[in-house]
């Protein structure tokens, strides 16, 4: 005979282990969501990392080990040339210029240029269990509360723009405003007053002094300095402070986003004493070997934590190699930042926005991979969604191609991207389809010759450059006068991604401000 009780016991016990199971089988699937590290360095060239220029100069041997770790990109370049729009692209997956700055960057005092109804990665990823953190140069704009909110606006480098600004009351529009759990950080670059430090909204500390540098290579302009903003320790105290974030979340269920926006190698160049001379070229190499040390301790940590394998490390940089890094005397020595390409931070050429990428993911990335796909920037949104199985709406990340068929080795019939388009700090455009790149200026649209400025040398010049990046990636050679054909289709494409709003598939979207077609737009409908 059976006994009742036997058997209510075993089905207790059936579905006892049920529901462990099916307990089990979530924190699987939590686990399952790798933890993602972006690393955006500050005017890092092309050419500063060994693992990309095998004639460099600067030892780079951690982020080399990176890069042996995972997969680099050859060809991957920045939404901008310059720091504020490419940072917009890398959290909205939306190219800069559609956005209400058309060019230029912000600075210390700049209000937010993110609105909070735009979707950004920090949003997508705390949508999906994330818990996402900012530590670092933000360079994006917020609100800071203001004594007096009916002084008139000044263009942001006078003393009234700080002295109106009131410390002890919380920022809006900050970064925990736009997706992100826990924000550390300083508004602009770190030359950019003011120089305060702002954690979740709130200064760590009220400035108390007035601080200026006119170093050749260590120069900051003046402006209210806070007693804990030490700007030779910023670079470290972001590294300490994202190492403990690490070490500190690799111990959750959940997993984390880290958004890590280095201030460096971008001026002031302040390497620490320990690093003073080490490169044999000068500060900037030395600032370099910095950075590339720090980044060791930075892979090293994730992998004591314990959670190497299923953890994504991004490295890159938010545009070219700045002049500010003294590039005549590196060349001098032989080192070379834009490494065989054309022109420098802020420039449409490809020394403008050419830059190292690196992506680690044991897991999913094949080590010591290398990847030829043209890739921009934008495409770290789509790739995020990709990764939780987030659907992007018709109004969010409308530039951004998911990364994961490159990631995952996947065949592909054709390229990557259709297209990519390119902006310099003048807010000029180039658009990249294939081995063919149209710009949209006849110089270099930035800092290097021939600059906009120079009306003597453009005049002599035609209004559009048209090259074949596989035969010239120095870009010497302006093929526009006989290709004709190319030159229009490219136009085409270029004006159809403008006007559409997007260029993903998808309905058409408007650009933000107040023009739909402004300066720069030159070419449409003979906008001059």
């Given at each position: 005979?059976i006994?009742?009780w ?79 729009p ?16 058309k060019?230029?960057?912000l ?28 530590i ?25 723009t ?33 120089y305060?430090?702002v ?6 500390e ?28 910023v ?75 299923n ?14 890094a003294?590039i ?13 390409f ?45 990764i ?23 065949p ?5 991207r ?45 209004p ?26 490219l ?31 030159w ?6």
């Open positions: 005979m006994n009742p036997k058997t209510v016991l075993v089905v207790f016990l059936i579905l006892f282990a049920w529901s462990c199971a099916e307990k089990n089988a979530k924190k699987t699937q939590v686990e399952q969501k790798p933890n993602i590290i972006y690393v955006l360095a500050d005017d890092l060239g092309y050419g500063d990392i060994s693992a990309f220029n095998i004639n460099s100069k600067i030892k780079t041997p951690h982020l080399d080990q990176l890069a042996h770790e995972g997969m680099q990109f050859t060809d991957a370049h920045t939404s901008s040339a310059v720091c504020t490419t940072r917009y692209g890398i959290l909205t997956g939306r190219y800069n210029w559609r956005s209400t700055l060019e230029g960057v600075i210390g005092a700049s209000k937010a240029l993110i609105p909070k109804s735009r979707t950004t990665v920090a949003s997508i990823l705390k949508k999906s269990g994330y818990h996402t953190g900012f670092g140069k933000w360079h994006l704009g917020w609100d800071w509360a203001l004594k007096n909110p009916e002084m008139e606006p000044t263009t942001g480098w006078q003393d009234t700080f002295t109106n600004i009131d410390y002890t009351k919380p920022v809006k529009n900050s970064p925990n405003d736009l997706g992100f759990d826990y924000a550390y950080g300083h508004s602009g670059s770190l030359d950019m007053a003011p305060v430090y954690e979740n909204g709130m200064a760590t009220i400035p108390d002094s007035t601080t200026v540098n006119t170093g050749k290579y260590s120069w900051w302009r003046k402006g209210p300095t806070s007693k804990d903003f030490i700007h030779d320790d670079t470290p105290n972001f590294f300490r402070r994202g190492i403990k974030y690490v070490e500190e979340h690799a111990e959750n269920d959940n997993p984390f986003f880290l958004y890590l926006a280095l201030p460096s190698p971008h001026t002031p160049i302040l390497p620490t004493e320990e690093w003073q001379g080490k490169s044999g070229l000068n500060p900037y190499g030395d600032f370099m070997m910095m950075v590339d040390d720090f980044m060791g301790k930075l892979n090293t940590a994730v992998k004591n934590a314990g959670i190497e394998d953890t994504i490390i991004i490295f890159t940089s938010d545009n070219g190699c700045s002049p500010a003294k005549e005397e590196l060349t001098e020595k032989g080192h070379y930042p834009s490494y065989l054309r022109g420098h931070k802020a420039d449409i050429f490809e020394g403008g926005h050419r830059v190292p990428f690196i992506v680690k993911w044991p897991n999913k990335v094949k080590k010591g991979s290398v990847n030829p796909q043209t890739i921009c920037t934008t495409d770290f949104a789509a790739t995020c969604a990709a939780v199985g987030y659907e992007l709406k018709d109004n969010e990340a409308e530039d951004s191609y998911s990364m994961l068929p490159l990631l995952n080795q996947e592909m019939d054709s390229e990557f259709e297209a990519t388009v390119h902006h310099s700090i003048n807010g000029s455009f180039a658009i990249r389809k294939g081995d063919w790149k149209l710009i949209m200026c006849p110089g270099s649209g930035g800092w290097s010759f021939p600059t906009p400025n120079n009306k003597k040398a453009l005049d002599t010049l035609p559009i450059q048209l090259y074949n990046l596989k035969e010239d990636p120095s870009e010497s050679n302006n093929l526009q006068a006989s290709n004709e054909e190319k030159v229009e289709e136009k085409k494409l270029l004006t159809k991604y403008v006007m559409e709003g997007r260029s993903t598939p998808g309905i058409a979207q408007r650009n933000d401000g107040e023009e739909e077609i402004w300066k720069q737009l070419w449409i409908n003979g906008v001059n």
